[in-house]
């Protein structure tokens, strides 16, 4: 049994090492939010996190996206 967030059991549940044993899927609606001071954010390793974290929730959404198409 594994109680996790979807995007950290993306590749376990694409590669069919876990599988979502009985619905409900819940979802949360969690929010989260880099705050750093303006003058950074253009520093490398701040972008690069920025550009990681974005990156994350765009797959989070599409995996949201193709678990709705499959209920």
């Given at each position: 049994?594994?109680?996790g967030w979807s995007i950290q059991c993306f590749?376990?549940?694409s590669e069919g090492r876990l599988q979502v044993a009985?619905?409900?899927l819940v979802e949360l609606g969690v929010s989260y939010y880099v705050?750093?001071?303006k003058?950074?954010?253009r520093l490398p390793h701040i972008k690069?996190?920025?550009d990681w974290a974005e990156?994350?929730?765009a797959l989070l959404s599409t995996l949201r996206?193709?678990?709705s198409g499959a209920a």
């Open positions: 049994l594994l109680l590749e376990a549940l009985f619905d409900p705050v750093c001071r003058s950074e954010a690069a996190f920025m990156a994350e929730a996206s193709l678990q």
